[in-house]
């Protein structure tokens, strides 16, 4: 069974974006990462923070840049990104809250989504903070469910990790390496239970064969109801 232990959250506010900080054993440099927007910094474990600021300074064109063009590869959104909008998780509609002060990443308090940053108006910083906060939750969320499902097969995830992936929701490798998109945990629980049976059930059978339907159809009797909603509405789970 995969573990749930997470480390605690780490983010930095720097020129007007947020960084997440993962903090390792395995890292003796640091790496700068912008994947779908977010921005996070790969460090050795004892980093102090002001010299993950100064590489993240160092960094801040080439940061801008990618942001920039992630903005201008996806469809126009129509959040602005303020106090009152709503944003789905896992079946249900959340408000966001946003108030000005020292940064706070979004955490789900009250049945709202609660963030503290330094200017509000910077639509930018609160967008990634949310895509922190999906990813996070997707690790936590979709371990759960994947070590839930899979006692019903002989068979266990090496890993799990969450990725973004432009036309797909998850991926199984050959090793049994399972990868999700964070943006899963957008669709009604039932839908994320059935794109994780999907890969689960590619541990066994590596294809979309009618063997590999059947294994699905054994966890999930319903699951061409979510395949359809998946198909249905994916264009509308944007942020």
């Not at 921005?39 to 050795?44: D, K």
């Not at 809250?97 to 609660?114: A, D, T």
């Not at 895509?131 to 899979?150: D, E, P, S």
């Not at 990790?161 to 629980?189: E, L, Y």
Request: one cysteine or more.
């Amino acid at each position: 069974m995969i573990g749930l232990a997470m480390a605690q959250p780490e983010y930095i506010e720097s020129n007007g974006f947020i960084a997440e900080v993962i903090r390792t054993n395995r890292s003796k440099s640091a790496d700068v990462r912008v994947e779908d927007g977010a921005v996070s910094i790969v460090v050795p474990k004892g980093l102090d923070s002001h010299r993950i600021i100064q590489i993240l300074d160092g960094k801040l064109q080439w940061i801008k840049n990618k942001i920039h063009l992630h903005r201008e590869a996806i469809p126009v959104s129509s959040k602005d990104y303020v106090s009152g909008e709503s944003f789905p998780y896992l079946g249900r509609n959340y408000r966001l809250k946003v108030e000005e002060g020292e940064y706070v990443p979004v955490k789900l308090i009250n049945g709202r989504l609660c963030i503290t940053v330094p200017d509000r108006n910077n639509s930018e910083c609160i967008r990634s903070s949310l895509i922190h906060w999906y990813r996070k939750n997707a690790h936590l969320k979709l371990t759960n469910k994947v070590n839930r499902y899979q006692q019903h097969i002989d068979k266990s995830a090496k890993s799990i990790h969450i990725k973004t992936f432009k036309a797909r929701w998850g991926s199984c490798s050959s090793n049994d390496q399972i990868s999700f998109n964070w943006k899963v945990m957008m669709t009604p629980n039932a839908v994320c239970n059935y794109v994780v049976v999907h890969e689960i059930c590619h541990m066994i059978h590596h294809n979309h064969s009618q063997h590999f339907w059947k294994e699905v159809e054994k966890l999930m009797p319903d699951y061409e109801t979510h395949k359809q909603w998946l198909k249905d509405n994916s264009h509308q789970l944007e942020l």
